[in-house]
């Protein structure tokens, strides 16, 4: 199967994250743009090179599209651009161009509203007004007390100017240019001028998904058609209604949604489930290391099924694992273990996860040196990185820090240790790292 994935920017877990899931399966060719055509924290992705690029692959089969990429240059740029509306729509139509007579997985986002005062990933006022701006969003545009009229106009035009881009994705849906078209929810409050953007989308025949990042990798669970049906286990299901952090769904929507959108079908029965997915979630609040949050009891039980594929979804802290969950199955992986992530929000966990788990459940040509790879990076990543050796703030070398948890992993997984690994800081900032194996 060919495959043309088109990325958010180039973070690792953009763009490697890809890369090593469909590494799993042999028969799987993905083509994915140069590393340099994306964009980054403070660069745009180089458009233009973009669809060149794209316009090269005419023999994919599908196409896993983040639209926001060729429209605005990424997802962070399509908070800052200031790019007129007809300037986007023109470049966005030499792509639709491209995308006729391919399966066609997209999605777009719905510009986000952060609640609080760092400008890193949105326009430079954002760090005198940002709580400001989320508040007149939150009050339903009914307080805008200390917002000066040509900030508040300016962010107005820019979240109008996203939404008609996204209309316009609606009438290319209509027009049946999109298998599947996803409008996303980054980091959402129950409330605001974004969740009314969704509904009015919705209303219009849309489908709207909390989430970001993670959206392409379900895509591309979806795009891998065969059907796995699965059963769902909590760790605390008397609290699977409680609402993750930076969403706006419970967590059992979140992960309801996540398997609708990637094509697998739920069941019941355990005893008909051909896999099971474990969700370590919370009691109450979602905790989060960095911080310094915790949340209800410590992890005790075992939910790992004794003769059946499962996949382990950690959500109990939102970017970072649960140090005594992992402490404990870690002795307890076998050859039914299918996966683990516990990457930043509920739906990044998901996805990610279930992006890997559709991909080996199908491989007609399973690599299992792959597999464990891409293991071996999510563990160092997802629990040993972020809820052990992360400082906030600072990017120090973390190599000798990180060893113990190396060894720990080589004999829990049987990956074998052949050269050192190193870890960089891609984005110059402690919130992710680049694991090199």
């Given amino acids: 199967m060919k495959i043309c994935f088109i990325p958010i920017d180039?973070?690792?877990?953009?763009?490697?994250?890809?890369?090593?899931?469909?590494?799993?399966?042999?028969?799987?060719?993905?083509?994915?743009?140069p590393r340099e055509f994306l964009?980054?924290?403070?660069?745009?992705?180089?458009?233009?090179?973009?669809?060149?690029?794209?316009?090269?692959?005419?023999?994919?089969?599908?196409?896993?599209?983040?639209?926001d990429t060729v429209a605005h240059g990424g997802l962070i740029p399509s908070r800052r651009s200031n790019d007129e509306v007809n300037t986007i729509k023109t470049r966005i139509g030499r792509l639709k161009v491209f995308l006729r007579n391919k399966k066609v997985y997209a999605f777009s986002s719905i510009m986000r509203i952060s609640n609080n005062n760092c400008n890193e990933?949105?326009?430079?006022?954002?760090?005198?007004?940002?709580?400001?701006?989320?508040?007149?969003?939150?009050?339903?545009?009914?307080?805008?007390e200390g917002i000066p009229p040509e900030i508040l106009a300016d962010y107005l035009r820019t979240r109008l100017r996203n939404y008609e881009i996204n209309e316009t994705y609606l009438n290319w849906q209509k027009e049946g240019v999109?298998?599947?078209?996803?409008?996303?929810?980054?980091?959402?409050?129950?409330?605001?001028i974004n969740v009314e953007?969704?509904?009015?989308?919705?209303?219009?025949?849309?489908?709207t998904k909390t989430g970001a990042d993670e959206i392409p990798l379900t895509l591309l669970a979806r795009a891998v058609e065969k059907e796995i049906k699965v059963f769902i286990r909590y760790t605390e299901p008397d609290f699977k209604h409680c609402v993750s952090n930076y969403e706006d769904v419970s967590i059992e929507q979140s992960v309801l949604g996540q398997l609708e959108l990637g094509g697998f079908t739920v069941v019941e029965d355990e005893t008909e489930a051909d896999l099971v997915i474990i969700v370590n979630n919370f009691i109450e609040k979602?905790?989060?290391?960095?911080?310094?949050?915790?949340?209800?009891?410590?992890?005790?039980?075992?939910?790992?099924?004794?003769?059946?594929?499962?996949?382990?979804?950690?959500?109990?802290?939102?970017?970072?694992?649960?140090?005594?969950?992992?402490?404990?199955?870690?002795?307890?992986?076998?050859?039914?273990?299918?996966?683990?992530?516990?990457?930043?929000?509920?739906?990044?966990?998901?996805?990610?996860?279930?992006?890997?788990?559709?991909?080996?459940?199908n491989a007609g040509q399973y690599n299992e040196e792959a597999f464990k790879r891409l293991q071996m990076i999510r563990f160092l990543d997802d629990w040993a990185y972020q809820a052990n050796v992360r400082v906030n703030g600072q990017i120090p070398d973390i190599s000798d820090l990180m060893r113990p948890y190396e060894e720990k992993l080589s004999q829990a997984l049987g990956y074998a240790l052949t050269s050192s690994i190193t870890y960089s800081y891609p984005w110059k900032r402690s919130f992710e790292i680049e694991v090199s194996l």
Wanted: with cysteine.
């Fill in 10 to 33: 180039n973070r690792p877990v953009c763009y490697n994250l890809a890369k090593d899931i469909a590494a799993i399966d042999e028969d799987i060719e993905l083509f994915i743009p």
């Fill in 39 to 67: 964009g980054d924290l403070t660069k745009n992705a180089d458009m233009n090179e973009m669809i060149r690029w794209v316009e090269k692959h005419q023999k994919c089969e599908a196409v896993i599209l983040s639209l």
């Fill in 286 to 361: 979602q905790g989060e290391h960095v911080m310094g949050w915790e949340t209800g009891s410590k992890y005790k039980g075992n939910f790992i099924p004794p003769d059946k594929p499962y996949a382990i979804a950690d959500v109990r802290y939102a970017n970072g694992a649960d140090n005594d969950f992992v402490e404990d199955i870690l002795s307890k992986l076998d050859s039914n273990f299918y996966g683990y992530s516990g990457w930043n929000t509920s739906a990044n966990t998901l996805g990610s996860l279930l992006a890997g788990v559709k991909v080996r459940w």
């Fill in 121 to 144: 990933e949105e326009k430079k006022y954002w760090k005198d007004y940002g709580k400001k701006i989320f508040e007149f969003s939150y009050s339903g545009m009914q307080t805008n």
């Fill in 178 to 192: 999109f298998d599947t078209l996803i409008f996303s929810k980054d980091d959402c409050a129950p409330k605001g």
């Fill in 197 to 207: 953007e969704a509904k009015r989308l919705e209303a219009q025949g849309g489908k």
